[in-house]
């Protein structure tokens, strides 16, 4: 299957967004070989730098970094795969300036929502950074369920035990891009989350 056969954004209506960034994920799996899917925040605004792009591509540096960090010897985004880990992103064009707005979210989250959907053996979400938590509690709200992940800062609100339709989910910092490198804490934690939700799998 290729997830960008089933889930498609024809109309690229958002204003706030670059279209010629827009990316999903265009490699060829099974889906029940996932039991984990990692949601960062947007596309990269260069198409080079996608998860899937290859091995310069920036997503792939920096989140192999980040599962080495976590103990996981990989080195590739195929290795990451291997572990059941599927990659994707919860607005599907790059960012014009530092947020998103909230009818981008929303709009977005019609195309997360299908994605989703296709992997029925998943067991865990791990939300990389703040749009990411934003667009699963938007999914989470239209679908009946309430917030999944309350407000407050990520330091404050990760470690606790959250659940959508009996998955466990886990709100985190943005590993995908530069900013990746900038705070040495929150690489840490990245490193924590990850490592928690390899386990609970295992």
Known sequence: MYVNNTVQCKELPCLDVRHESYAIPDIELNPEDFSIIMISEAAPVNPTDTYYAGPDSLFQKTTVLAFNDAGAEVSSIRDILALGVYLTTAVKCGKTGYGIESRTVETCSYLLEKELALFPDVKAYMLMGDVAIKTFNTIAKRVGEGRVIPAGSTYKIRGQAYYFRGKRVF????????????EKSKRRMIAEDIGTVLRLIK
């Open 171 to 182: 709100p985190s910092y943005l590993q995908a891009g530069p900013s990746f490198f900038i």
